[in-house]
């Protein structure tokens, strides 16, 4: 189901307090940014944010699974878990696990090398 715009402006309103929240149309969702770096992500009217072994095992114990999509006939499991519901009445609650998920999200990007843009001679010449 793709993301419900209403619903998106709500979580973008929800996170404000973190600055510079905006969200993107991606794949039927809507990805959730803080000044250019994905933490979350919005599906079928449910807010999933990034987490890593740690912070997962908090989302387990909340009762709450990993974003799954339907990836070339399996399941593909990925590093976004859906926010506990109670929190979305209680902003202070919900920023500070966004506040989590955006901390995660900033190391993995800086631990990530970023894409060579070195051309080698073969792929020149293949031009």
């Not at 309103?13 to 794949?27: E, H, T, V």
């Not at 399941?75 to 995660?104: C, F, H, N």
């Not at 993995?108 to 894409?115: G, I, S």
Request: charged share 25%; net charge positive; aromatic share 12%.
């Amino acid at each position: 189901m793709p993301a419900n715009p209403d619903f998106t402006e709500f979580v973008q309103d929800l996170f404000a307090p973190l600055g510079g929240i905006s969200a993107r149309r991606m794949f039927g969702g809507a990805g959730l940014y803080c000044r250019g770096v994905m933490f979350g992500l919005v599906y079928d009217d449910a807010i999933y944010l990034k987490a890593d072994a740690e912070s997962s095992q908090d989302f387990l114990a909340r009762g709450c699974g990993p974003f799954t999509y339907e990836g070339k006939g399996k399941p593909v499991r990925t590093s976004y878990w859906q926010m506990p519901a109670g929190l979305v009445d209680d902003q202070e609650e919900a920023v500070a696990w966004a506040k989590r998920a955006l901390t995660i999200a900033k190391a993995q990007k800086a631990a990530t090398p970023p894409p060579s843009r070195r051309i080698t001679l073969g792929a020149a010449r293949r031009r």
